[in-house]
C-alpha cells in the first residue's frame, strides 16, 4: 500500500511558477511510475504529466509541454512538479498518482493504483 501526500499548491499570479511535490510513504517508491494529473469542476480528470521509475523517461500533456516539468528524487520518495508560466486555465487540483503498470497506458487514470488526495492550484489573470 502507497500512501501520497501532495503539497505546494496555492495561489499565483498569471506568469508565475509554483513547484508541486508529493511524498510518498509505504511501498517502494522507484517501483512505481509517477504521474501528476489535474482535475476542474465539471470536468474529467487530465493527464498532465508522468516519469518513470529512475526519470530516465519523461512523459506530458500537449497543454503544459514546455512550461511543467516533471521529475523525481527516489532517495526521498518525493516527486514533483515544476510550473512556469502558469495560465488561468492550469486552475485545477493536482493530484499525483503511482503505477505500478509500467508505461502501460500512462495518459489514463485507471493505470494507477495509488492516488493523493490533492492540492489546489489557482491562477488568477
Known amino acids: 500500500q502507497v500512501h501520497l501526500v501532495e503539497s505546494g499548491g496555492g495561489l499565483v499570479q498569471a506568469e508565475g511558477s509554483l513547484r508541486l511535490s508529493c511524498v510518498a510513504s509505504?511501498?517502494?517508491?522507484?517501483?512505481?511510475?509517477m504521474g501528476w494529473f489535474r482535475q476542474t469542476p465539471g470536468k474529467e480528470r487530465e493527464f498532465v504529466a508522468a516519469i518513470s521509475w529512475n526519470g530516465a523517461r519523461l512523459y506530458y500533456a500537449d497543454s503544459v509541454k514546455g512550461r511543467i516539468t516533471i521529475s523525481r528524487d527516489n532517495a526521498k520518495k518525493t516527486v514533483y512538479l515544476q510550473m512556469n508560466s502558469l495560465e488561468p486555465t492550469d486552475t485545477a487540483i493536482y493530484y499525483c498518482a503511482a503505477s505500478q503498470k509500467g508505461d502501460y497506458k500512462l495518459t489514463s487514470g485507471q493505470s494507477y493504483d495509488y492516488w493523493g488526495q490533492g492540492t489546489q492550484v489557482t491562477v488568477s489573470s
Open positions: 509505504g511501498g517502494t517508491f522507484s517501483n512505481y511510475y
